[in-house]
C-alpha cells in the first residue's frame, strides 16, 4: 500500500529538525505527526519544552514547538509499506533534506527519530549540521519510556529557544 508523509511543520528561523521515517497508519488516519496514543514523542516533547502538549489539539503542539524552535518532518516523502513498522517500508522516495536544511539558516541539528530515519537520511542532511540519532519513540520501540526521555532531553534541551 502507498504511503505519503506530511508537510514539514516549521518555523524558518527553527534551530532543532526532528526527523521521523514515514507516518504509521494511526497517524496517517488522524492526519498529525505521532498520533499513536501509545507513541512517547508528544509526552517526551512536553518534558522538553516544559508545556504538557499530550491533551492539545495537535494544531496547537504544533504552534507551541515551533515557539520553541522545533520543527517536524520525515525522511520518506512515500513510500510502499503494509502496516506500521519501518522494516515494511519498500521502494522509498526521500523528501529534498539537503536543499530544505540549507535554506533553515538557524538549523543546529538534525535529530532522527530511530534508526530507520538515520538510515535514509543522514547522508541528505549538509555536514555542517549536527546529527544525532535518538531511540524511536514507536511503541514497537520496547525501550522503556525514562531511557527514552533522559536520552531525548540530554541531547536536545541544549538546542531549544528560550
Known amino acids: 500500500m502507498q504511503k505519503a508523509s506530511f508537510n ?8 532543532l529538525l526532528i526527523l521521523g521515517s514515514l507516518p504509521g497508519d494511526a497517524s496517517l488516519t488522524a492526519g498529525h505527526y505521532y498520533a499513536h496514543p501509545r507513541n512517547a514523542f508528544w509526552p517526551i516533547i512536553s518534558q522538553l519544552i516544559d508545556v504538557d502538549l ?9 504552534t507551541l514547538i515551533k515557539q520553541h524552535g522545533i520543527a517536524l518532518w520525515d ?11 519501518d522494516t515494511a517500508i519498500q521502494a522509498p522516495q526521500l523528501n529534498s533534506l ?10 543546529q541539528i538534525v535529530a532522527f527519530n530511530g534508526q530507520t530515519a538515520a538510515k535514509y537520511g543522514s ?17 514497537a520501540y520496547t525501550l522503556n519510556f525514562n531511557q527514552k526521555c533522559h536520552t531525548w532531553l540530554t541531547e536536545l534541551a541544549p538546542h531549544l529557544k528560550t
Not at 525522511?75 to 513498522?85: C, F, I
Not at 539537503?98 to 538549523?107: A, G, M, N, V
Not at 547522508?123 to 511503541?139: A, G, N
Open 75 to 85: 525522511v520518506v516523502q512515500q513510500a510502499s509499506r503494509v502496516g506500521s513498522l
Open 54 to 62: 499530550t491533551q492539545r489539539p495537535f494544531a496547537e503542539r504544533y
Open 8 to 15: 514539514a511543520v516549521f518555523d524558518p528561523h527553527c534551530r
Open 123 to 139: 547522508k541528505l542532511i549538509p555536514r555542517y549540521i549536527k546529527q544525532v540519532v535518538l531511540p524511536s519513540t514507536s511503541p
Open 98 to 107: 539537503h536543499t530544505w536544511c540549507t535554506e533553515l539558516d538557524q538549523l
